[in-house]
């Protein structure tokens, strides 16, 4: 699932680990978000959504295949 938390968390000038702060979790997960490696629970992808106020669909998209298939 790509994601656009890195150009949030850099454009507001925040480390990975004072994101993971404000939604509670590690620098680690955040890293992993950011890194497409670790998609997020639901909870955590509404907090996120929530701190940046942003959508989830903003934040996250899904990979499409090529005829659109999710």
Do not use: W
Not at 47 to 64: D, P, Q, Y
């Amino acid at each position: 699932m790509q994601n656009s938390v890195r150009e949030l968390r850099s454009s507001r000038g925040l480390s990975q680990g004072q994101l993971g702060t404000a939604v509670g979790v590690s620098r680690q997960t955040i890293n992993a978000i950011e890194n497409e490696r670790y998609t997020p629970s639901l909870p955590l992808a509404l907090s996120m959504a929530k701190f940046f106020e942003v959508s989830v669909e903003e934040m996250f998209h899904a990979n499409e295949g090529p005829a659109g298939d999710q």
